[in-house]
């Protein structure tokens, strides 16, 4: 059994789930919409130029949900995954997850989101295992901080390798697929690195290197 590794944002989904759900908190009144938009819009730029400090973001972009339950924002994200997320999904995405479950592997979404997203977009696509930025609770609320290492750039290199010695899993046969420059190191890493819609740095190495290059609709 192989792993099959998925990036989720513009991988999995024709968008970025944190920042769609950043656009759900100004629905709901949270936010001031435009404001924190204008904010978060500066911050994925940055992401996007391979330039983002993700504690920094992180911080800008729970500060919202400090103090509600758990379960409250599970309740909210829910109906957000089914109303704004499944009409996004890659309907190539969807099949290459099926082609690699009919190939007996076992797949991992890895993401820099926030697992109140990751695992209920994962959940939706079929895949039960993710990794992805942990959110600390205290006496039952979210207190806006993170636990541990970040999914994101070299953190997710360090999450995964302690995942597969908890799993007892290796990297041998793996595949990875993702579209941002941010997560070479991991490509790096496995056998077969798969880039999908990838941004020009991306690309540029992935041509060098002879990787397959995806264009997922």
């Not at 819009?41 to 500060?63: C, I, P, Q, V, W």
């Not at 309907?91 to 979404?109: E, P, Q, Y």
């Not at 010695?165 to 595949?175: C, H, I, P």
Request: charged content about 25%.
């Amino acid at each position: 059994m192989a792993l099959a590794i998925f990036d989720l944002d513009e991988t999995l989904i024709h968008g970025d789930c944190a920042t769609l759900w950043s656009e759900q908190m100004g629905r709901l009144g949270w936010v001031d919409p435009e404001s924190f938009m204008r904010k978060n819009n500066d911050l994925m730029d940055a992401y996007s130029h391979g330039k983002l400090r993700m504690e920094e973001f992180m911080t800008f972009s729970l500060e919202p949900m400090i103090g509600r339950t758990p379960e409250e924002v599970e309740h909210l994200v829910a109906p957000w995954v089914e109303d704004v997320i499944e009409p996004i999904i890659f309907s190539d995405a969807t099949k290459a997850i099926a082609a690699h479950r009919k190939a007996g592997d076992r797949i991992l979404v890895i993401s820099a989101s926030g697992t109140h997203l990751v695992g209920p977009i994962a959940e939706r696509l079929g895949i039960d295992e993710i990794l992805g930025i942990e959110l600390e609770v205290d006496r039952g609320v979210y207190t806006g901080n993170t636990i541990g290492t970040l999914t994101y750039r070299e953190g997710k290199i360090t999450r995964l390798l302690e995942w597969l010695d908890a799993e007892e899993e290796n990297l041998e046969g793996a595949s990875f697929y993702s579209d941002s420059r941010n997560d070479l190191p991991l490509l790096l890493k496995v056998d077969y690195p798969h880039v999908v819609n990838p941004d020009p740095v991306l690309r540029e190495q992935a041509e060098k290197a002879g990787w397959p290059i995806h264009i997922w609709k």
